[in-house]
């Protein structure tokens, strides 16, 4: 009698094995296997399954022009469901059991840094395609979202130059690109002499709803007669809480500019934005942008993904990523990640703007960084728009990475202390 | 034809000075062409200056359209037009100077200017003299908004000038507050300054406090003595009013004192003096302690190859031997003191209302929880089932107002509609799933829980493969748009009235329907004790179902109302529904004002634990969570507690 | 006592023997040191979950079988897991900062490594000093005193002050659900010291052992998960066949007759509170190296809440019922969320199970409450009586 209890506990543990026999086996390379790390569920699936649309369509794109090598691509589409240990999970699933050639995917630091050590330790290669906050550069990833000398300190400029802010609210959902971003920017304000007083500084929980207190506390730091900026690095669909609160309150942007670093028109999608009318965005990609390459794109992901859809700037990164990753495979003539890395360097693709990218010894791309007005139609309004940026891995206004630079090429080490001329560490920081 | 034009007054320009230059705005702008078409904020200045100065009659229409991003400029010979829509896509253009139409062109051949909001201001502040004295109030509202914006020192006059012909009164009094702002920052008569100030007492405009503040600005300054003939802010005691580090630095920066070795430099310095794998006497490998190190620099320094450090006993006795300042920077006192009473007096009255409207928006967060946990404290209290899926049925009800939103473009109509169609909807599925599901877990509280959570991960899903995950605009009608505001401090969005109207209305529905009406009184019955009352002819089942069904509507409905103010998307719900079961667990369970009394606390105390530590919203969340957990401790049952079936033991 | 716990609780035998049995293929089939045919990513998975499996123990032990529905005890084992994640992080980064700064000309300070150590931590929540709460990281034994301390004082004093004050049923379920919430926004804190919402990262790598492969390092976790769970089954096992055992079920039955009794309820829910806690933080401490990173969000509510249905479909009141539902129900979720099963193509609509297994997961919690009250374990128990019928 028990022993017909265990055999079927066997039964079913030899049906759980038989499974994995079979997943293993069929590892073979008749294609070339892509792949995707985009979270299709919980709390970053509202952005993230957009970006695992676009690598569909372009993995489609190539393969209908003829696949690459020879070979189609195959695109093997996994969930990390916005878990983070499910991230390290999934990547080490995809190198070695799907032995994927490369991966696109990530879109929150704390994903990323999830991932980093599972790809040093397995030599994948991994494209990530969202804004970060820098202070990084590992061998296997190739950032082609903006470092913030790409984004962040662009739009600082503007908001001192153009618009004559003199008084700061940093607004920041609580995690790592926020916190960041802004310590660099307090610093950057502070060496162009804004006085720490005329920063403020708040952090807010992931999707929190209730702004009615931060946005008074903001109209309140107008009080010393100093013209007030918010520079919002809130991320997701707190946005939009946000952002009908400022327009409840009446606040113009012409009284308190608002500059997002995290909103583009996929966030602005979720609201009307009538009221928001003349608030800015950071990015090195806007749908509007003027180029006939972007026309053409658009018209592309439209018939693809359904006519309502807008393109935004991540969807450019992985655009830039992925067709120079397919120009360095075949330079390199194999997908091996050593070859394909070398050739990486210095390939070029126009973007969607109308100017070209480079991808850089320390896998950062040249961006050019543009600032959009919101406008009644939830698109941007270009109002200024810069030669392409080289990316900084490591910022130059904090004094302890001021000294450190990335140089994958000549220095093989992308964390080298140029004063001491050493290199600190070969793998990345997680 | 044109270029002859063009080259005659390009010719004009160049030889004849003055008058000839005013010909022409075209002329004009062909002299700015480049500052025009990539205006700065820094640099349109002078060109606007220049065009105002021409006083060619064209100028002030120009630069309203050009602020209105209403100007093109022909790529062919970048000139200036405004445009008018013709037929077959084609534009007319309008010349800037004449009015009169230039001939047709292509939209592809012509390029918007577009001046940031940065220009887009300064233009404002040139044409704030046009428009103050307009016959169209419109515009002189503007101007008013221009001005209070970005003031300046010759606007003052204009100002002045323009009061007595107002003939709005309410226009009249903007004006008037504003005359007596530019008073304070610009006036040249120090009564008139100070009586100004003074009219500013117990006002709590951002605008009047924008006005003293820069009067007060302070900067920190040392002395060798107490300073004569400054107008002294205060004197700051070392060590209290100021780090005794940075005011040793200050001295350094002044020259007074001897700079301190940074730690770098006296480990560079170390490393320079390393002689045979030895500093000063003491081998490398032994520097393995900031002591050690110590050690070896000042034997270094006692050799004089390295400057001596500074001593503690040196820094305090040169911060000792002098005057530390805050030194005002406008240098009448009897400003400065002017400013600083009234500034005192303003922020008694900010600090009031400061305390009001804490108090409005602990009322209006307090009246969301309310909403969104009231349909759970029903549901709670009547059958003793804890509905995990609670959140879901809000969400249903925001998608259900989403889709509305897509059939009836008309927001008012739409909101109107959504609201019994949201409640519709959330009661039937509650309906659903109380006959399909909970009714066969009716004495399993705990087994409900779980059975209601998949419930719930489920219509998470499946709203997800419908509506995508995408958040959906559910957008409020234009009469909600805006805010209540009483003054600068004081406001409240219209949305959240609404809410909390909404909110009293539900208060009001649910205490007649539970104590006026049949139904309620089956509803206490079974609450109280539903044997007794199946035997007296009640039917639990039904109750049970239909007050579900109240329950799970009322969620709808709160749905619709947080879509409003937040977004729509598949998480909606579950963002509430740990803050719900809170509302519920704190006021008391299975009474309506136990659930009002919850929310009223959960609220206010959120806000207040926000107002004293306005930089973490996420420690505010906390500490408040924790307060519950404690205050559970005493009042285990809630705030009101119940008797009966729903109390449990 | 051995004797008779084995006569009470004839599982046990076959679970040790199976879970014995299961290991010892694993490993032969794993890459590190056999066959290979086990993928190491599978072998974390399989690690993993064995250690889910202890947690589910635990909750069995304090929901089964003591009746209190805990919809927090992912707070102790998060904890568990940040007080080893602690350790692990110091000491990597330590061995990193000291590689790094051997190389200047100046031996490096003690105050200097603490530095270097400071700014690589907390360099990413723009800190750079250490916070107080690090102050043991750098000894392994103390932080692996403090994986067993911080839970255990954790779950004593809010177990004392919940019990005392009697908060009973659903109540305390919510009552726990607060304090894991609260937990998780205080950690989610930056300045909680523990790295905010990034975390602990970098956790698979060992100190000291960072030339040891991965794929062996994971056999070495899997194995002592295995171990772990053994010996936690082993442990509750004995406490729910004596008389304590009866007792707590006595309490899940009927609270206030054994209070009249003159039983001191109250001391022995808190028994089985805190050593259910001590277990979850156990197994916490050995999950996340395998994991790799742990953040504030592993202990939201929801994961909680997962745990509790894990148990009751895998059949609360029986051990091996919590460790069949923990096993199943993440081993299914990581197959289905893996892109590996295959789409099912209605010819109108192709079901995409990436899109439809949360609702599958969703109605199959609804159809095991409603049909099978007590779980995949009853059905087996019902197998067995069967077997043992014929």
């Excluded at chain 2, 409905?557 to 977004?567: Q, T």
């Amino acid at each position: 009698m028990k022993f017909t209890t265990k055999l079927r506990i066997a039964g079913a543990a030899a049906f759980i094995t038989t499974g994995i026999l079979t997943q293993t086996a069929y590892a073979q390379e008749e294609t070339i296997k892509v792949g995707v790390l985009h979270s299709l569920s919980g709390t970053m699936a509202i952005s993230e399954t957009t970006l695992k649309d676009t690598m569909l369509m372009l993995i489609e794109q190539q393969n209908a022009k003829g696949g690459l090598l020879g070979k189609q691509l195959e695109a093997v589409v996994v969930d990390p469901a916005s878990d983070w240990p499910l991230f390290a999970e999934k990547a080490r699933e995809l190198m070695t059991v799907q032995n994927v050639d490369v991966m696109f995917g990530c879109w929150t630091s704390v994903s990323r840094k999830s991932v980093l050590p599972v790809i040093e330790e397995l030599n994948g290669l991994l494209f990530y395609p969202v804004q970060y906050e820098g202070e990084e550069s590992s061998k296997n990833v190739f950032y082609t979202g903006a470092a913030p000398n790409q984004q962040a300190i662009p739009a600082t400029d503007y908001f001192l130059e153009e618009l004559g802010v003199e008084k700061f609210a940093l607004l920041g959902t609580d995690y790592v690109y926020p916190r960041t971003t802004n310590k660099i920017l307090e610093q950057y304000l502070k060496d162009k002499g804004i006085a720490e007083a005329d920063i403020f500084v708040n952090y807010t929980p992931f999707g929190h709803s209730d702004w009615s207190k931060i946005v008074a506390d903001v109209v309140a730091l107008g009080a010393d007669g100093k013209k007030v900026g918010v520079i919002s690095t809130i991320n997701g669909d707190a946005n939009i809480g946000f952002y009908k609160e400022l327009a409840a309150a009446g606040i113009s942007a012409d009284d308190i500019p608002v500059v997002a670093f995290s909103v583009g028109e996929e966030e602005l999608s979720g609201l009307d934005t009538t009221n928001l009318v003349g608030h800015l965005a950071a990015w090195n990609y806007f749908q509007s942008a003027d180029a006939p390459v972007n026309a053409e794109f658009i018209k592309e992901w439209k018939a693809f993904a359904g006519e309502e859809r807008v393109t935004n700037d991540p969807m450019e990164a992985h655009y830039i990523g992925f067709n120079m990753w397919v120009n360095a495979v075949e330079a390199a003539g194999t997908t091996d990640v050593d070859a394909v890395r070398t050739a990486m360097y210095g390939q070029k693709f126009p973007n969607l703007t109308g100017s070209e990218a480079e991808m850089l010894p320390n896998h950062h791309l040249t961006k050019p960084v543009l600032i959009g007005e919101i406008q009644e139609d939830g698109q941007f309004d270009i109002v200024s728009q810069t030669e392409p940026v080289p990316g900084d891995a490591w910022t130059d206004f904090l004094p302890e990475s001021a000294v450190l630079e990335s140089d994958w090429k000549e220095l093989a080490c992308g964390m080298y202390n140029t004063e001491t001329k050493t290199c600190v560490q070969l793998n990345s920081n997680y | 034809m044109l270029r002859i034009i063009l080259f005659v007054f390009a010719a004009l320009t160049a030889f004849a000075p003055a008058k000839a230059q005013d010909a022409d705005l075209n002329a004009l702008l062909e002299t700015y062409r480049a500052n025009i078409e990539k205006p700065s904020r820094t640099t349109i200045g002078p060109v606007l200056e220049d065009l105002v100065d021409s006083q060619l009659p064209a100028v002030p229409v120009f630069l309203e359209k050009w602020r209105e991003k209403e100007v093109w400029q022909r790529e062919s010979d970048g000139r200036f037009f405004f445009v008018e829509d013709a037929t077959d896509g084609k534009v007319m253009l309008i010349d800037v100077d004449s009015g009169a139409e230039a001939g047709l062109a292509d939209k592809n051949d012509l390029d918007n200017l577009k001046p940031n909001s940065g220009v887009r201001g300064v233009i404002a502040g040139a044409l704030v003299q046009f428009q103050l004295s307009d016959p169209d109030p419109e515009r002189r509202l503007q101007a008013l908004t221009a001005l209070e914006r970005d003031p300046e020192a010759s606007h003052l006059s204009i100002l002045r000038g323009a009061i007595e012909s107002e003939s709005d009164p309410a226009i009249k009094a903007r004006k008037e507050r504003l005359q007596r702002l530019l008073t304070i920052q610009f006036g040249s008569d120090q009564a008139n300054r100070v009586a100004a100030i003074e009219s500013f007492a117990g006002d709590p405009g951002v605008d009047a406090r924008a006005a003293l503040n820069p009067l007060l600005a302070t900067r920190v300054e040392v002395f060798d003595a107490v300073p004569e003939g400054l107008n002294v802010a205060r004197l700051l005691t070392p060590g209290s009013d100021i780090e005794p580090q940075s005011a040793y630095q200050m001295l350094v920066d002044a020259g007074k004192a001897r700079p301190v070795v940074p730690m770098a430099d006296r480990k560079q310095a170390l490393i320079d003096n390393i002689e045979n794998g030895m500093v000063a006497g003491t081998p490398v490998a032994e520097l393995v302690t900031q002591a050690a190190r110590d050690r070896a620099y000042l034997a270094l320094a006692a050799d004089g190859s390295v400057p001596p450090l500074v001593t503690p006993d040196e820094q305090r006795s040169a911060v000792a031997n002098h005057v530390f300042a805050e030194i005002y920077a406008e240098k009448d006192p009897v400003l400065t003191t002017a400013a600083r009473e009234t500034l005192a007096n303003i922020s008694g009255t900010v600090g009031l209302y400061q305390f009001v409207d804490l108090a409005l928006d602990g009322l209006s967060l307090a009246s969301i929880y309310f909403l969104a946990a009231i349909g759970l404290a029903i549901t709670f209290g009547v059958m003793g089932v804890i509905n995990m899926a609670h959140g879901e049925f809000i969400m249903i009800g925001a998608y259900t107002g989403y889709v509305v939103q897509q059939f009836i473009p008309n927001y008012t109509v739409s909101i109107i509609v959504a609201l019994p169609l949201a409640f519709t909807v959330a009661f039937l599925a509650g309906v659903a799933l109380e006959r399909l599901v909970i009714r066969y877990l009716a004495h399993r509280p705990l087994e409900t829980l779980l059975a209601t959570f998949g419930i719930s991960i489920a219509l998470q899903q499946i709203a997800k493969n419908i509506f995508g995950t995408q958040a959906r605009p559910l957008t409020s009608p234009s009469w909600l748009d805006g805010a209540w505001v009483l003054n600068d401090v004081v406001s409240i969005s219209y949305i959240r009235i609404a809410i909390f109207v909404l909110a009293l209305a539900f208060l009001g529905l649910l205490l007649f329907i539970l104590n006026r009406t049949r139904l309620g009184l089956e509803v206490r019955a079974v609450t109280q004790n539903p044997r007794m009352a199946s035997s007296m002819g009640i039917n639990p089942d039904r109750i049970n179902m239909l007050t579900f069904g109240l329950g799970s509507g009322i969620a709808g409905i709160a749905g619709v109302a947080i879509g409003l103010f937040a977004k729509v998307t598949s998480e909606l719900g579950s963002g509430y529904i740990v803050q719900s079961f809170m509302t519920v667990v704190v006021g008391g369970v299975g009474n309506i004002w136990g659930t009002l009394a919850g929310a009223g606390m959960i609220g206010s105390l959120q806000k207040v634990i926000e107002f004293f530590n306005p930089s973490n919203t996420l420690a505010a969340q906390t500490y408040m969570i924790i307060f519950i957990i404690i205050f559970i401790q005493f009042r285990p049952k809630g705030i009101i507690a119940l008797k009966g079936r729903a109390a449990g033991d | 006592m051995e004797r008779s716990l084995l006569a009470r609780q004839p599982s046990v035998l076959i679970f040790i023997g199976l879970l014995a049995v299961f290991t010892i293929v694993i490993t032969i089939l794993s890459e590190g040191f056999g066959l290979g045919i086990v993928s190491t990513s599978f072998i974390k998975i399989l690690g993993k979950t064995l250690c889910l499996c202890l947690i589910a123990i635990a909750m069995d032990l304090v929901w089964g079988y003591c009746g209190i529905l805990s919809l927090g005890h992912f707070a102790f084992f998060g904890l568990g897991g940040y007080m080893i994640g602690m350790w692990l992080m110091y000491e990597r980064t330590k061995d990193i900062v000291i590689a790094s700064l051997s190389s200047g000309e100046l031996p490096a300070t003690p105050e200097e490594i603490r530095e270097g150590i400071g700014t690589q931590i907390f360099g990413v929540v723009g800190g750079a000093e250490i916070p107080m709460v690090w102050y043991f990281a750098d000894s392994l034994f103390a932080q692996l005193a403090l994986v067993v301390l911080v839970p255990g004082l954790l779950a004593l004093v809010f177990g004392w002050l919940a019990f005392r004050s009697r908060v009973t049923g659903v109540y305390l379920s919510i009552l726990t659900q607060a304090m894991t919430l609260a937990l998780s926004l205080y950690l989610f804190q930056n300045d909680s010291g523990l790295r905010g919402n990034n975390g602990l990262s970098g956790l698979q790598n060992i100190p000291g052992l960072t030339e040891v492969p991965q794929s062996v390092v994971s056999v070495w976790f899997f194995l002592a998960s295995a171990f772990a769970l053994g010996l936690g089954y082993l442990v509750a096992a004995w406490v729910v066949s004596g008389k304590f055992g009866n007792v707590i079920r006595a309490i899940r039955d009927d609270e206030a007759r054994i209070r009249f009794m003159g039983y001191p309820v109250e001391a022995y829910k808190l028994v089985v509170f805190t050593l259910t806690a001590v277990i979850a933080a156990i197994a916490g401490a050995l999950y996340y190296p395998q994991a790799g990173i742990i953040n504030p969000a592993e202990i939201a509510p929801i994961a909680s809440i997962y745990l509790a249905v894990w148990v009751a479909i895998g059949g609360r009141g029986r051990l091996y019922g919590a460790v069949i539902g923990a096993a199943l129900v993440s081993l299914l979720s990581s197959w289905f969320t893996g892109g590996q099963a295959p789409s099912i193509p209605l010819g109108f609509y192709t079901v995409n199970w990436v899109d439809w297994w949360q609702v599958l997961l969703g109605l199959g919690f609804v159809l095991v409450t409603l049909f099978a009250p007590k779980g995949i374990g009853g059905l087996f128990d019902k197998l067995v009586r069967k077997d043992a019928a014929s």
